[in-house]
Every structure is written in C-alpha cells, then in structure tokens.
C-alpha cells in the first residue's frame, strides 16, 4: 500500500540502522542498549516480537507528544483496544509508573505497551515513579515474549521531566534488564535528548 511504501522509505530515512549501541552489562548473554534519534511510530525490528512503549495517560485514551502519534499512526482499533483495558478506579485504567499492553495493529511492531510517567512538578516521589514506569514496562515485556522494546523519553515532553535525571533513570534501569531482552532502545526526539542520553550511556555503560 502506500502508506506501508511510505513506512518503509521513511523508516530507511529515520536510521535506525545506524544509532550507537551499548553493552547493557558485562555479562555473558547480556543484551544491548540503541539509541537513535526519530521518530518512535517507525521503529520495529523485522521478524520479531518487538514493542514500542507509549508515554500515556491514566485514561489511556490518547493525548497529545508521543501518545498522539502513536495513536494516530495505530488507527482506531488502538482505542478501542485502550478502552477494553479494566478501569482500576473511575476513569483510569493505569495508574502513574504502571503499565499495559495491547496489540499494535497498523504500527510496525507486534506490540504497544502503554505506561504512565509522573508529572515532574505535580506527583510525589517523581524519581520512584519514573524507575516503576521503566521497570514495569521491561517486565510486562518480558511476560509476553517481547525480545526488542523501544522507549521514547517517559515524562520529558508535556510532564516536564529533567532531561539528565530522566536519561538516568532510564539507563539504570534497563540494565537492571541486562539478561532478559535482546535489545532495550530508546528513540529520541530531540537532538537535546539524544545528547543527554548518549553521554549517560558512556557515563554508566561500555560500547559492544
Ligand atoms: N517519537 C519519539 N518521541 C516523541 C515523539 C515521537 N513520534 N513525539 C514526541 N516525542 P510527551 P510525557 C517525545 O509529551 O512528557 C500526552 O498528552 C517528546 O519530545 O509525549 O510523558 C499523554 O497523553 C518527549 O521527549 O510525554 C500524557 O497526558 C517525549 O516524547 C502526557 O502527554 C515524551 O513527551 C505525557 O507526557
């Protein structure tokens, strides 16, 4: 079709070849860290039960940054999904550094797994809150067989999440996942992110 031609040129165009990749732990088996910079509704990994996690909201039924895009790109049936989701108190379906997963539909990927950072003016204990919506998210992963999962920058856009403290959290808490992926990825949207997120990966981490 021609939006699965556009996918595709665009995807070739994105790079995600390329990026720089990281060793996530010094252990045998231990999997990689990618960074790259574009846009998150491009990624996939041919062949592969792969996932790209969704900045949401507890409502999960969509918003504005990457939710939107991601949304959009998915088509209605992600919706609908969302909505089928059990609400755990009136209107939320995931509460702030939990996560769900539903089925991508047209997105590249199998999966879309939703989470919900913190507000970084707003909620208590932001950082506690944005270490449980990546492990969470690595977790509910895990459980279903997915072997690549790409991250946006959780909390960084409309939550207004420092930037470093964020990459941080991020980093840190994908090692702790070292054996359990294939490959943890982060798409950055910004060339500021990607920055921020490549030095905090030759802070913490060695290059294959
Ligand atoms: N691909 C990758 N990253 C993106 C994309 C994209 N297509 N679009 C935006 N970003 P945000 P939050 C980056 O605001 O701060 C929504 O309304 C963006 O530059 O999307 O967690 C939800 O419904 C930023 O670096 O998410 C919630 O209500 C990062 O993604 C609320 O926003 C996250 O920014 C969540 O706020």
Redo the contacts with the bound molecule.
Sequence with gaps: SVCSARRAFAMAASGFEGGETFRLSAAAGAGALKLHK????LWSVDGATDAIVN???GRML?????????HQAAGPQLVQACRKVPEVKPGIRCPTGEARITPAFELPVSHVIHT??P?YDMDRQPELLLKNAYENSLKLAKENGIQYIAF??????????P?KEAANIAISTARQFSGDLKEVHF????DE?YDIWRETAQEMLTRF
């Design positions: 574009g846009d998150i509704t900045a949401a909201n969509g918003g504005g940054g990457v939710d939107g895009a991601i919900v950072g507000i946006p920058a959780i909390s960084c856009g409309i939550f207004r999440y930037p798409v950055l949207f910004t992110l």
